[in-house]
């Protein structure tokens, strides 16, 4: 079953993000299996992003690569908020 997977990150730069997605290229997972859909706005603070994956086990997998690299950047990473996916349009 597809979830969405939101994350609220408010001590998270956009410099980080970059320096997370740069790491994620270099790891081969820049467009990792079962990730359906990314997006990243801007808060007042920090990043609010929303993953749509195939399964939450394919987000878990893909997350063993992701947290080791945000805290790379000095990020704290955040456990999602995941729900069952209904439709998209």
Not at 4 to 20: G, K, R
Not at 34 to 53: P, Q
Not at 60 to 81: D, H, K, N
């Amino acid at each position: 079953m597809a979830i969405v997977a939101i994350f609220e990150l408010p001590d998270f730069s956009q410099e980080q993000y970059a320096q997370t997605l740069s790491g994620l290229d270099s790891a081969g997972l820049g467009s990792p299996e079962g990730r359906i859909s990314h997006l990243a706005a801007s808060m007042e603070k920090g990043l609010f992003i929303v993953d749509i994956w195939e399964s939450e086990a394919l987000l878990g997998a893909f997350s063993e690569t992701l947290v080791p690299i945000m805290a790379g950047t000095g990020a704290t990473p955040a456990e999602p908020r995941i729900l069952p996916l209904h439709n998209t349009l």
